[in-house]
């Protein structure tokens, strides 16, 4: 087991991680570049797809995390040499993604209005959000079963197949958000925001296509559904249920951040938006090593090898901690140009830039808790996590983002509670893990 934890092998399934990683908010940033520079009513399009975006993060996050449950399983499994037991319970669990997708889009879909008047959308702003969020609700069933097969790669100690998928899936959406949303005279009609929903959807169509493809061909698991429940499903679902709760109170402070943001004016809520995907870029691109780590770990704690678990715990932590430094570095150098990206109006660029250093100060900080979030994940310490979240989100970011928009700090008030909601969860999480693990190591 040693070798699990070298150099190469970490990186072997970070590296593949991070660019898959990376594909899903790389759409929701290409949508928000091209309609963010589309001309007419810019602005209200640009605070609509990031509010969109935000709502479809959340809603994703929270249904996802079966693909959590379903890594660690698999990994532990894999670590126990006992794969066999957990062949039937491949195909139930992604047939309950899929049920479950389906569930969630139509009780949202029928709610669009009333969920995003809820973040504050009004105007021209609701009318743009209930339409683009019609279409990219029709991507659920889609993004879900392909989270579940990501899943069972990941447990298999592969992301190489996560990451082909995702990559021809961001390959298509950009593709196609340049051709739908600006149109081609004589050929394809400008279809604005309503075009990179389209775009989106055929993005996720490909990239469940090609799970399904090396599921069949690289996996030793099949889709025949038995009807006899297999025992772990108990498990699996608790883990999840307990990682929809903590998901749901993470999305719950991204919400009041928008909401907040959206009632300060549409310049706030579109730099706001701007800022916000930057930061989730930020997470999945470092989390590409929080995914190394879940995979990884579900397999010492399987194979019951606690010295290499502590040992992984450093490794991942130091890499993590470089790759955002880098981030920070890349980002001080073109610090004007990466707003330029993204909208050419004055005053949201003004506000942007303001706020920004905010975001990379943290990123050494995120990317402490986004590690350790994928070793407990693998670890199945699904409740821990959920109770953290639950003191992050309620005792540390929303009285800071309170006390902030109290002073009148805006902007600057929404990313100092971000900044102390990851504060308390990197170093709870360090602190238990410690003592937890490290005595077992010997």
Known sequence: MAD?????????????AIIAGIAEPLISLTDIAVIGNVGENSVEALAAAGIVGSFLSAIIWIVAQTKTAISAIVSQHLGANRLHAVKTLIPQ??????????AIY???AFFAKAIFSAYNA?????????????????????????????GIFRGL??????????????????????????????????MHLKGAAYASLAAQATMLIMAFWFFFKKTPFYLKLSFNINPRMKGLLLMAA???VRTAALNFAIYLANAYATDYGKNYIAAQSILMNIWLFFSFFIDGYANAGNAIGGKLLGARDYKNLWELSKKISKYAVLIAL?????????????GLLFNKEATVLALFSSVFWMVLLMQPVNAIAFMFDGIFK????????????????????????????????????????????????????????RRKYLHKEV
């Open 4 to 16: 699990s934890v070298s150099f190469r092998n970490i990186n072997k399934i970070a590296i593949p």
């Open 93 to 102: 669990a992604i047939a309950f993604n899929f049920l479950f997708s389906l």
């Open 106 to 108: 139509g009780i949202t």
């Open 122 to 150: 009004e105007g021209l702003i609701l009318q743009y959000s209930e339409d683009y969020y019609q279409i990219r609700a029709l991507g659920y069933p889609l993004t879900l079963v392909t989270f579940a097969i990501f």
């Open 157 to 190: 100690q592969n992301t190489l197949w996560a990451m082909k998928c995702s990559l021809t899936g961001a390959a298509v959406n950009v593709a196609l958000d340049y051709l739908l949303v600006y149109g081609v005279d004589g050929i394809i009609p400008a």
């Open 242 to 244: 307990n990682l929809f």
């Open 326 to 338: 880098i981030l920070m570095g890349l980002c001080t150098l073109f610090y004007e140009q990466i």
């Open 378 to 433: 693998g670890l199945g310490e699904a409740k821990y996590l959920r109770n953290v979240l639950l003191v992050a989100t309620f005792l540390g970011f929303t009285p800071a983002l309170v006390i902030s928009d109290y002073f009148g700090l805006k902007l600057y008030g929404i990313w100092i509670a971000f900044f102390v909601w990851m504060l308390i969860r990197s170093s709870t999480l360090v602190v238990y893990f």
